[in-house]
């Protein structure tokens, strides 16, 4: 039983390979018909869906040669019965698990949105063209990133969240506008205990939004970033522990360090004692300083020895009691 893909290149399938001998135009038609599987499809509507207002004085016949190809293929795939003419038109009766849109539909009705998601092999009617195609494609790939969306949510729903992080990325990247899945990234990512990136994504999406379109987000959206901001406790799953980030990090003004500072050791416990800054001790620290030996390179040291928290920064001889050698 040969089988018929939509949902990216338009083939039919037998033995598990691609059947060749149809041209484009005729796959068109083949498509437009698969796409209304059960219905009778006039002359007249194939001849408006193949080339709209633009059609050649030689539509009808052009129709005919496409109808007369296809049965061919067919009968070489023993599936002849799938297309039938009736008095007002064609009608194609594809059975049950051959043809993909149809198995699609049926599998995210049945709430198996993974194994649905699973059929699509590129955009839907992806190597065909006629006055039609561009519709029915922004059609089933509108269904495509719904089902998505939906797939998403329950897994989001079941903490999963970490897993989704990079596909859900890219699919935010190829649709910028798509606010259901701007708002799965964002929460996302604020679950994963990334707050900061989590509204630079909503950020990201209300910017883009106001230049393409002139609009703000909806209020769902716009809730869901305020809860993010205020680390609203409702945003977690019920029994997740809160995600404990790292102590904050202090920031120092401090000049770098002197990685070769010797020489001057005896005054740096006296300095931490003090408690004055360099600054306010210059002075003090500059006096009888030895021959050769400069005195400012304390007024830099001091304070690295004296402030455990800027460790990374410490040369050797700052980072506890100076060695006589220091």
């Given at each position: 039983?040969p089988?018929f893909?939509?949902?990216g ?7 598990g ?9 005729h796959?068109?038609?083949?498509a437009?018909?698969?796409l209304?599987?059960g219905?009778v ?8 869906a ?21 049965r061919?293929v067919l ?19 594809p059975?049950?698990g ?10 995210v009705?049945a709430?198996e ?10 955009e839907?009617?992806?190597d065909?063209h006629?006055h039609y195609?561009?519709?029915v494609?922004?059609?089933w790939?509108?269904r ?5 969306e939906?797939?998403?949510e329950?897994e989001?729903?079941?903490?999963r969240?970490g897993d989704?992080?990079?596909?859900l ?6 649709n910028?506008?798509r606010?259901?899945l ?7 990512l ?12 909503a950020r ?10 002139g ?11 305020r809860?993010v ?11 997740a522990?809160?995600v ?5 990090r ?7 360090d ?6 001057r050791?005896p005054e740096?416990p006296s ?9 306010a001790?210059?002075?003090?620290w500059?006096s009888?300083a ?5 005195s400012?390179?304390i007024?830099?040291?001091?304070p690295y020895w004296t ?8 040369a050797p001889?700052?980072?506890g009691t100076?060695t006589?050698?220091?």
């Amino acid at each position: 039983m040969p089988r018929f893909t939509l949902l990216g290149p338009v083939q039919m399938i037998a033995d598990g390979a691609p059947l060749t001998g149809i041209a484009p135009h005729h796959r068109a038609v083949l498509a437009y018909l698969l796409l209304n599987a059960g219905q009778v499809i006039s002359i007249e509507r194939l001849i408006d869906a193949m080339w709209g207002y633009d059609r050649p004085d030689t539509a009808r016949s052009q129709i005919h040669a496409s109808i007369t190809a296809i049965r061919k293929v067919l009968r070489g795939a023993g599936a002849v019965q799938l297309l039938e003419t009736r008095a007002g038109g064609y009608i194609a009766r594809p059975e049950p698990g051959q043809l993909d849109a149809q198995e699609f539909t049926d599998l995210v009705a049945a709430g198996e949105l993974r194994e649905a998601l699973d059929l699509w092999s590129g955009e839907a009617l992806e190597d065909v063209h006629a006055h039609y195609v561009s519709g029915v494609r922004q059609l089933w790939n509108d269904r495509r990133l719904s089902a998505y969306e939906r797939l998403v949510e329950a897994e989001l729903a079941d903490g999963r969240y970490g897993d989704l992080l990079d596909e859900l990325a890219a699919q935010v990247s190829a649709n910028p506008l798509r606010e259901t899945l701007n708002g799965h990234l964002v929460l996302a990512l604020h679950r994963s205990g990334r707050q900061a990136d989590a509204l630079a994504a909503a950020r990201s999406y209300r910017t883009a939004l106001a230049e393409e379109q002139g609009l703000d987000p909806g209020r769902a959206f716009t809730e869901l970033e305020r809860a993010v901001l205020a680390d609203d406790p409702a945003l977690r799953l019920a029994g997740a522990a809160p995600v404990v980030s790292g102590p904050p990090r202090r920031s120092t003004f401090l000049p770098y360090d002197i990685p070769d500072f010797s020489g001057r050791a005896p005054e740096l416990p006296s300095s931490a004692s003090s408690g004055c800054p360099p600054t306010a001790s210059r002075s003090r620290w500059s006096s009888g300083a030895p021959s050769g030996v400069p005195s400012w390179p304390i007024a830099v040291c001091s304070p690295y020895w004296t402030t455990p928290s800027t460790p990374s920064m410490c040369a050797p001889c700052c980072r506890g009691t100076p060695t006589p050698s220091s």
